[in-house]
């Protein structure tokens, strides 16, 4: 079993950034491909970027992209959310998530592991 560890949110006002970051337990993070979701409370959990295994293929969600920045450290078993330009929609908690098969979709159910979440609130 793998456990995801978030951190890295908080209050930021409108035009500002956060790096979010989620560390994995065990000793197979590097074969796995990482997403982050977030969800607001009535809503579906929503895809937000993905990255491989190597770190050579990303995926973004469009409404992000230009703004938002996956990377990965597979020497740390971390992958992280650079969060740039935010806006108040972008509002939400924030949750890593790992694919031990490291397929590349975004759908939420192909993801296996996921961690607590964070919280990311963004002020106008």
């Known amino acids: 079993q793998v456990q995801l560890v978030e951190s890295g949110g908080g209050l930021v006002q409108a035009g500002g950034s956060l790096r979010l970051s989620c560390v994995a337990s065990g000793r197979t993070f590097s074969t796995y491909t990482m997403g982050w979701f977030r969800q607001t409370p009535g809503k579906e959990r929503e895809f937000v970027a993905f990255i491989s295994r190597t770190g050579g293929t990303t ?16 020497a740390k078993n971390t992958v992280y959310l650079q969060m740039n330009s935010l806006k108040p929609e972008d509002t939400a908690s924030y949750f890593c998530a790992a694919d031990r098969y490291g397929r590349l979709w975004s759908g939420k159910s192909f993801y296996d592991y996921w961690g607590q979440g964070t919280q990311v609130t963004v002020s106008s």
């Open 59 to 74: 995926a973004y969600a469009d409404s992000i992209k230009g703004r938002f920045t996956i990377s990965r450290d597979n």
